[in-house]
């Protein structure tokens, strides 16, 4: 059975730092690459980034230069270190991965004040 648990959300300030993790379990981990999305209130759930299996990184836009994805195989865990937090950065983070079909982890609320 396929899970993934996300970590780490909470309330911040703007220009603060967040670092989300996601555990995961069920899967060949270190063959998988993980993504990570969001969904603010109201809006359609977005693509944040991805980080392939053999470590190759890509970023929305939106976020390029101030989030960091990266992986841990040892510990079957992908991180999303979040810097330069701005307001519009609020909504529920999430992981995914894909084996045989798309899984999601429940979500972790990530609220940045202004």
């Known amino acids: 059975q396929v899970q993934l648990v996300e970590s780490g959300g909470g309330l911040v300030q703007a220009g603060g730092s967040l670092r989300l993790s996601c555990a995961a379990s069920?899967?060949?981990?270190?063959?998988?690459?993980m993504r990570w999305y969001r969904q603010a209130p109201g809006k359609q759930r977005e693509w944040v980034a991805t980080?392939?299996?053999?470590?190759?990184?890509i970023y929305a836009d939106s976020v390029k230069g101030r989030f960091t994805i990266s992986r841990d195989n040892a510990k079957n865990t992908v991180y999303l270190q979040m810097s330069s937090l701005k307001p519009e950065d609020t909504a529920v983070y999430y992981c995914?991965?894909?084996?045989?079909?798309?899984?999601w982890g429940q979500g972790t609320q990530v609220t940045v004040s202004s």
């Open positions: 980080i392939a299996s053999g470590g190759n990184k």
């Open positions: 995914a991965t894909t084996q045989e079909r798309d899984y």
């Open positions: 069920g899967i060949i981990f270190s063959i998988n690459a």
